[in-house]
């Protein structure tokens, strides 16, 4: 028996600590592997795809359950680097995995995070921009756009106007990922500026556009969902501005107040995939020398975790028939916040909610047959980890299967302009003043 080897086992701890050094494809698929291995019940590793250059796109899941959804556990998911010269993210997803696993049964609150969240991370979406940027580099980079030079911030389908872009495969695998999971929350993580940016990105007068700006029917949980993240991260609370660049203040900003853009990938979600997504810009500088990391990190932590358990706010459940069956397709929203692309239940029959404590209409509509209204009220102390929990029953037996996937389906382009226009974009502006220096920024 190899005594020594055993004393030497006891002794080393089972993690050695990732360092804060940038990680390349090679180094970070190491890593990932090494986590699913080490902690391989709470932990999911697979691709959703290939980069032009045939990198991988790796998605580590972490979760009690993270093979597959369960009821009543919500997805959420991290994406970062999708502009390769915008590198921070990147490696604070990788500490943000680490510190998740190693806290698990430690820390309550990790521990109970990881036990009723499904936590998609992605650290790079454009794994060959980072490649192709050689080293730190504060500004832009050609880096930034994917093999094929295209940016893949710019190339998604857009929610008002047509995006003739060809789709890239970074962009397929994403929005075909986006289809196979009940993605709830989201932020897409970015570098050249310091704030949490809400949808829209593009729009239309419908949304607030005469107003320099473009909202959702959700502003107020955009807005609380931005400022969570801001306001734990001290750089960003302050409304720190880059060289040169805008302010904004508590550090939050509506995307088109800042400036618009076609085709990006966080209105794309919140119009096609049910999922509220935010944008974050992390660094002033793209591409920082690697001995900023930790600071970054130390920025960002609080802020990171923070932000994942809001996808606990509001409301969830399942949708059922007079015989208990659950029921797919079934349009569940909230009376004035309509999307153009209703929100509807998954093949469990489940519904997701993001909503403030408040009192709501629920409008509940098999398509073809008539809705149901249910008020709801969500106290002002929620639970913290789980929605307020609701199922709902239907007049309606023996119809499973029966109901139409795609009824009412959903434009190709989504007119916006064509919807009563939503109370949110009729609010006041604060951003009005800001205009004049939108589009000297990349984000
Ligand atoms: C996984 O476990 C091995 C063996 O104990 C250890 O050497 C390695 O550092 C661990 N890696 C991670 C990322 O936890
Ligand atoms: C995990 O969640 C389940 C049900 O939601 C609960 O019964 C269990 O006690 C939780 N475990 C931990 C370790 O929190
Ligand atoms: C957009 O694509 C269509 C074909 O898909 C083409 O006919 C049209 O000219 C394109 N428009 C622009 C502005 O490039
Ligand atoms: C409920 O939603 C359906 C489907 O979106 C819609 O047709 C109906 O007008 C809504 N009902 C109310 C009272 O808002
Ligand atoms: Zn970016």
Redesign the pocket.
């Given at each position: 028996m190899d005594f020594a080897r055993l004393w030497l086992g006891l002794m080393l701890p089972l993690v050695v600590a990732l360092d804060f050094n940038y990680h390349h494809q090679e180094e970070m698929e190491a890593f990932l592997k090494d986590i699913a291995k080490n902690y391989s019940s709470i932990t999911h590793l697979h691709s959703i795809g290939k980069s032009v250059e045939g990198r991988n796109l790796w998605v580590l899941v972490v979760g009690w359950f993270p093979k597959e959804h369960r009821i009543g556990i919500p997805d959420f998911k991290y994406v970062a680097n999708m502009h390769g010269d915008e590198t921070v993210g990147r490696e604070l997803l990788l500490h943000l995995i680490e510190y998740l696993v190693t806290n698990e049964g430690k820390d309550p609150d990790i521990t109970n995070l990881i036990n009723s969240t499904r936590i998609h991370i992605m650290p790079s979406m454009n794994p060959d921009g980072f490649e192709a940027v050689r080293k730190p580099n504060c500004f832009y980079s050609n880096g930034r756009e994917n093999h094929n030079q295209y940016d893949l911030n710019r190339n998604f389908p857009d929610g008002f106007e047509f995006n003739n872009v060809t789709r890239q495969p970074e962009t397929e695998a994403v929005m075909k990922w986006l289809k196979t999971e009940t993605f709830v929350l989201s932020a897409n993580l970015h570098g050249g500026a310091v704030v949490s940016s809400y949808p829209f990105d593009n729009g239309v007068p419908a949304t607030g556009t005469l107003l320099a700006r473009s909202l959702t029917p959700d502003d107020d949980v955009f807005q609380y969902l931005a400022h969570t993240y801001a306001s734990r991260n001290p750089s960003m609370r302050k409304g720190e501005q880059c060289k040169n660049k805008m302010k904004f203040p508590n550090g939050v900003t509506n995307g088109y107040s800042w400036y618009p853009l076609v085709g990006g990938m966080q209105d794309y979600n919140y119009i096609w995939a049910q999922c509220f997504e935010i944008t974050l810009e992390l660094s002033c500088c793209k591409y920082p020398q690697e001995k900023k990391l930790p600071f970054f990190w130390n920025e960002n932590k609080a802020s990171l975790i923070e932000y994942i358990k809001q996808v606990h706010l509001g409301i969830k459940g399942q949708v059922f028939d007079q015989n208990r069956n659950p029921l797919p397709n079934v349009?569940v929203?909230v009376?004035d916040r309509?999307h153009i692309c209703?929100y509807k239940t998954n093949k469990f029959g489940e519904y997701y909610l993001l909503l403030l404590p408040g009192t709501y209409m629920i409008?509940v509509?098999v398509p073809g047959h008539h809705?149901q209204?249910t008020k709801v009220t969500i106290p002002e102390k929620s639970q913290k980890f789980g929605a307020l929990k609701k199922d709902i029953l239907l007049p309606f037996q023996g119809q499973l299967n029966s109901i139409p996937v795609s009824n009412p389906s959903c434009p190709m382009i989504p007119l916006y302009r064509n919807l009563p226009s939503h109370s949110a974009a009729t609010k006041p502006s604060l951003f009005l003043f800001l205009v004049t220096l939108l589009h000297m920024f990349f984000k």
């Open positions: 349009i929203e009376q309509k209703p409008n509509t809705s209204l």
